[in-house]
């Protein structure tokens, strides 16, 4: 038998229009109804789980959600190896081909309340705020999409690999539930994503996707099939193994410093490299590389190996991007840009910028061969939101507080709040149209 | 990170051990992080003793 590298993924969306509770749970004609007890029971099947409602957010509406954790958009593979969410829902088989049906134009997300036993450090949980309408709904793709919350309250013995946990496999199983009522129903539209033989003269480009992992962490954290990476070099992988969901995030940490599931599995530029590929450049694919080295040997060591993978794959082009813009990460990033253009692969990296002052540095650090940069947005924003008519993840009176030693707020009031504290308010990946500029 | 300190204008750079720990490492036995720590701190001692001129020089 010849090795099959025909790696080939048809994508059909089922566009949600609306969302109902149902006696049943089906999808006819853009209407996804719900059995509410069915969903609530699949997700009570978790013996950490104690209690479990479900509701629905949607666009333009005055309804806030708080304590958001992670989003993912409801996928189900109809034919070919493995499932959505390989390793996790599934053994963990290379994903990537075949058919999978995705329900667009809506998310499951989970709001979950938990007593969290790590409550402080770069690993300790945190919340984000969701909000339908106003500024903070302009500028997160949650805004503009029907959100399926699904409200969990955890035992108070949990751990936090425990949590992390629960709250994951009710959020894939929600979603994969929900994706699965596409079987046998007609599709609206298809996108057939392979990276087939092309024109050998078009530009050989290839994405380098970095994430920030700590080695004393719990293990808990981004995740390829199902595995925790913590301490690995970099890893390449065809871009449609994203789309079938094979990297995770924490789902303890549901604010805008780290992107959530849901961005990995519309990562805007891997997407952008599908479809522009055999058209204007050759898409090799890409590369997953662990940042947040302890020291600086480390990240060269990291950075070397990512790209000398580069190199080897005879890339005349990469593109970097990364899930922060923190001093620690940023090394990292810079480092690789610099050891590509060592290599001969020309570099474009794709970034937000601090902002913080007027005065403050855009970027924590720079070396001279980062010369062709994409600005992408500002970190630190804050947003003034106008009081919410309905809120989801709490009862009237109950405060909540983005992390654990912060000062609890009433979410039924006006609030002013920093764009990272808002769920997937901070665009890593280059979704949206913003950019920074000077006057 | 003595590539940022020197990107900063720092003059005199003593590399320590890595970010969360600069001048030890809990991963070794105690007493070779105690002697490893008093190495670091001598270093950055004796390197404030000496000119560094005006650029950047690491002490290793």
């Excluded at chain 1, 290379?94 to 709001?111: A, D, K, N, Y």
Aim: charged share 25%.
């Amino acid at each position: 038998m010849s090795t099959n590298i025909n790696i080939r993924l048809e994508l059909a969306s089922f566009p949600v229009k609306d969302v109902r509770f149902s006696r049943q749970t089906t999808y006819n004609n853009g209407i996804l109804e719900i059995n509410k007890e069915e969903i609530v029971a699949l997700i009570l099947e978790d013996r950490n789980i104690v209690s479990a409602d479900l509701d629905v957010a949607f666009p333009n509406e005055k309804t806030r959600i708080v304590n958001v954790r992670d989003v993912v958009e409801p996928r189900i593979k109809v034919s070919g190896p493995g499932c959505v969410f390989p390793g996790i829902l599934c053994t963990p088989i290379t994903v990537g081909e075949g058919r999978t049906h995705r329900l667009s134009g809506v998310t499951v997300m989970i709001s979950a309340e938990y007593r969290p036993t790590l409550k402080s450090g770069l690993e300790s949980q945190k919340t984000g705020i969701a909000d339908m309408w106003g500024p903070a709904a302009a500028d997160s793709p949650i805004g503009s999409s029907i959100n399926i919350v699904a409200i969990l309250k955890l035992t108070d013995s949990v751990t936090e690999i425990e949590a992390y946990t629960s709250i994951q496999l009710a959020e894939l199983k929600v979603a994969q539930r929900l994706a699965e009522t596409t079987k046998g129903m007609p599709h609206e539209s298809i996108e057939i994503f392979e990276l087939s033989e092309v024109d050998p003269s078009l530009p050989r480009v290839v994405c380098i996707c970095s994430y920030p992992s700590h080695r004393e962490s719990p293990p808990i954290g981004v995740a390829f099939y199902g595995m925790i990476i913590r301490d690995s070099l970099p890893t390449l992988l065809h871009p449609n193994e994203l789309l079938d969901g094979a990297v995770t995030t924490d789902t303890r940490r549901g604010w805008s410093g780290r992107a959530r599931t849901w961005d990995y599995m519309n990562h805007p530029l891997v997407l952008g490299l599908l479809r522009e590929h055999g058209k204007r450049l050759n898409f090799l694919g890409v590369i997953l590389q662990r940042s947040r080295f302890y020291s600086e040997a480390e990240k060269r060591v990291a950075a070397e190996a990512t790209s000398q993978m580069a190199r080897l794959l005879k890339a005349d082009g990469a593109l970097i991007v990364s899930e922060t813009p923190s001093g620690n990460n940023f090394m990292d990033t810079t480092f690789t840009l610099q050891a590509c253009e060592r290599k001969g692969v020309k570099t474009v990296l794709l970034t937000i910028e601090w902002g913080e002052t007027e005065t403050a540095d855009a970027l924590p650090f720079n070396v001279p061969e980062a010369d062709a940069i994409v600005s992408i947005g500002r970190y630190v924003r804050e947003f003034k939101l106008e009081a919410p008519r309905k809120v989801i993840g709490v009862k009237k009176g109950q405060l909540v507080s983005t992390e654990t030693l912060s000062t609890p707020f009433d979410p039924w009031g006006e609030l002013t709040i920093m764009a990272f504290d808002m769920a997937m308010s901070v665009d890593y990946f280059g979704y949206t149209y913003r950019t920074c500029k000077e006057y | 990170m003595f590539s940022m300190a020197k990107l900063h204008g720092v003059r005199r750079i003593i590399p320590g051990v890595a970010i969360p720990h600069p001048c030890g490492d809990p991963r070794l036995p105690t007493e070779v992080d105690i002697a490893l720590r008093r190495q670091i701190v001598q270093k950055a001692l004796d390197a404030l003793q000496t000119d560094a001129g005006d650029s950047a020089t690491i002490l290793g």
